[in-house]
């Protein structure tokens, strides 16, 4: 069993040095705007703005998706992203393409970040480009205009709506005509309802893409240990409520339930790394089946 302090030791061994000292300043409640740029820039979501499109493409991909309907779908539409993350996630590609309004959810975002010109310069930019580049590789996309405009970013502000809190807490204001995510449902505390809030805010025609990561989020090389040596409700209270516990059957009847007629693509199985003292709460809960799926993607595709 990995101790917390290991756990996150292996964390930290792999952050450079300014951003252990950022994130040590804000857990003793030393917080200022210097100190937020700071560790924005030095994130690991900055050194590689194209992770989110990768991914995304890698798992349509895998679960044999045309990617065609992607991108037809993304110029003039209203985008929107559930989790996006300090780095709006997807956003820069949405709006590159033409999305007429990127929506992006999610309780960590800093407005005054991604309305600052400096971060602009030094982050949004320089990621509108290299998505730009990126998708020049990628089948159905590579045609697509991807416009830059001189001021890149600050062009692009006008039509983002940003909301620094959870899906479930969103009022209602339009339609979305495309709504993704990428490994942020396990983390919905409040899921079912969540899903109810969800169907609000889309339609019948809304393409939905959403990557769901069944694993603890602790070791990659044992995906299910810890989480299936104890109730659910014991290692949400050792880990922070870093997940929420639900599977694959779980998250598809909350779907189903609130109205959303979607279905799940199992990309990653792995029943060899569940680990031998199962807790009986799993067994009496779920089959082996279920309980060896460690990603898959909900689409409406």
């Not at 709506?161 to 449902?185: A, H, P, R, T, W």
Request: aromatic share 8%; net charge positive; hydrophobic share 40%.
């Amino acid at each position: 069993m990995i101790s917390k302090f290991f756990h996150y030791l292996k964390i930290a061994l792999n952050f450079p040095l300014i951003l252990l000292i950022t994130r040590f300043l804000s857990k003793i409640g030393i917080k200022n705007n210097f100190l937020k740029k700071l560790d924005f820039l030095n994130s690991p979501d900055s050194k590689r703005p194209t992770k989110p499109i990768e991914i995304l493409i890698k798992h349509m991909n895998a679960a044999k998706l045309p990617l065609f309907k992607l991108a037809k779908k993304i110029p003039n539409s209203d985008f929107l992203e559930i989790g996006c993350g300090k780095h709006l996630g997807l956003g820069p590609v949405a709006l590159g393409l033409g999305a007429k309004h990127f929506i992006g959810v999610d309780p960590s975002l800093d407005k005054n970040l991604i309305y600052d010109p400096e971060i602009h310069k030094k982050y949004f930019d320089l990621s509108l480009i290299k998505n730009k580049e990126f998708l020049k590789t990628i089948n159905h996309f590579q045609h697509l205009p991807f416009i830059l405009k001189r001021n890149m970013m600050m062009e692009l502000i006008p039509r983002i709506s940003l909301e620094q809190k959870g899906i479930s807490n969103i009022i209602k204001e339009k339609n979305v005509d495309i709504c993704v995510s990428i490994s942020c449902f396990e983390h919905i505390l409040d899921f079912e309802f969540s899903c109810k809030k969800l169907s609000e805010l889309t339609h019948k025609n809304t393409l939905h893409l959403h990557v769901v990561n069944f694993s603890n989020h602790l070791l990659k090389e044992k995906p299910f240990h810890q989480l299936y040596e104890m109730p659910i409700h014991d290692f949400r209270k050792k880990w922070n409520n870093n997940i929420n516990g639900l599977r694959i059957n779980d998250i598809m009847k909350c779907l189903h339930s609130s109205g959303l007629n979607l279905r799940a693509i199992t990309l990653d199985n792995k029943p060899e790394l569940i680990p031998q003292n199962i807790h009986q709460f799993w067994l009496d809960n779920y089959n082996i089946k279920d309980l060896s799926i460690r990603t898959a993607l909900i689409t409406s595709l």
